[in-house]
């Protein structure tokens, strides 16, 4: 944990945070923090700041939080062609952890009809691990996640709410054009588009093709779907990083 | 599987091989090959090309092997600071999907002892993980890896046998410079250097910077090793293809 996440719910007027169970139980065994020490704490959604220690019990530790600013939401949203459940296990905080604001998730030809009945797409599972990521890369920004089973309906009705005005690129593997040359400006959003492990289907392609979506490719080497989406968002923010 | 990887002694001078275990099961089981089909095979560390289905039998699968041009080695080799057995896990096939030459696992402050006891360092163990990536990807070069429990040694002594003539990288969260801008012509080997979850020490950083390894960043987000590897290695290879 590189930082404490806490509900706003959580915290009194005064900054001070209760904590049991498993942030406590990682500040006392792993951190082995003593009354006095500071350690970086966040609010979910909201500002991030420092803690100081107040008390530590058994079972229970009391902080004193001073918050600062608020991260800004991560530029890039992801729209994932479903992955099968194992991957999509893999992915949740590591998507978190690079800084994705919204994930949208959707059906297509070559995702297999029963990956969508898996409990990894239950709030309730996926939101630990989505803070788990947070933890890691010390952001408070939960990403969004929204499921889409009609990928035509999202494409042609439900993106330009999702994600308006965003720039739209979609990973093609047979495509030479570099993600940073489909990147062109200062304050960009980008809707990055990746397909199932056997690609998008040509109806699919096309349709993102008439919305908008431009092909950028990183290499013929076809990847699992975690992989991929790792490789393509850290080169979607190191392009729009040479523009800010 | 994308590729059909066999061992040279499998295959006799007419391109001739018979296959059984989990190779012939993932033809027979999943790509339900007929006699005449064709699926991609490579040779480990030898060339690619396409097999044709001779019978399939109830266990074994008969191919007829034609092979042409050999993969060069992929140009990025990875300095990595062993990571935790569980992390370590994830990153063999995901390494090898995403093409790295040589593998060098090394000891830092920062590096708990007892990760080197893990049986993840076993070629036993290792070697099928790297082998499933390469069949992920379409690769036949299989990644070198070699194990430095000393890292002033390794870094002293050994690396420019190891890697010579590389553009040296060093992952660094605190620096601004691009990977892209460090890799600056063609034809380049380059190898990265990343560190442990809690960095590289003064001392570690020191050294590294004393023999050639120049400093780039993705960014201030503190990332898991696999997620840091997998986005610097696909960064790298991505500053190369504008070279190519």
């Known amino acids: 944990l590189n930082l404490i996440l806490l509900d706003a719910s959580e915290v009194d007027s005064d900054g001070r945070a209760s904590l049991d169970g498993r942030r406590a139980r990682h500040l006392v065994t792993v951190l082995r923090v003593k009354p006095g020490d500071t350690v970086r704490a966040g609010i979910l959604d909201g500002p991030i700041g420092v803690a100081r220690v107040d008390q530590v019990n058994t079972a229970t530790v009391c902080l004193r ?20 459940p194992k991957v999509l296990r893999r992915l949740w905080a590591q998507l978190a952890a690079l800084g994705v604001g ?7 030809e070559r995702v297999e009809r029963n990956y969508f009945d898996t409990h990894l797409l239950d709030p309730g599972v996926y939101g630990p691990l989505l803070i788990e990521g947070l933890e890691q890369a010390r952001d408070t920004r939960v990403p969004r996640v929204s499921i889409h089973r009609r990928f035509r309906v999202l494409v042609e009705d439900d993106l330009d709410r999702l994600a308006s005005g965003s720039r739209r690129i979609v990973a093609d593997p047979s495509e030479s054009t570099s993600i940073a040359s489909r990147v062109r400006g200062p ?45 393509l968002v850290a080169l979607v923010h190191d392009a729009l990083r040479r523009w800010a």
């Open 187 to 231: 304050g960009e959003r980008v809707l990055l588009a990746v397909g199932p492990e056997g690609g998008w289907n040509p109806f699919e392609l096309e349709l993102l093709a008439s919305h908008g979506f431009e092909r950028a490719g990183i290499g013929p080497r076809p990847l699992r779907s975690d992989t991929a989406c790792i490789a």
């Open 65 to 84: 939080c001073a918050f600062e600013g608020t991260p800004s939401r991560p530029a890039v949203d992801l729209l994932l062609a479903l992955p099968r």
């Open 102 to 108: 919204h994930v949208i998730l959707t059906n297509a």
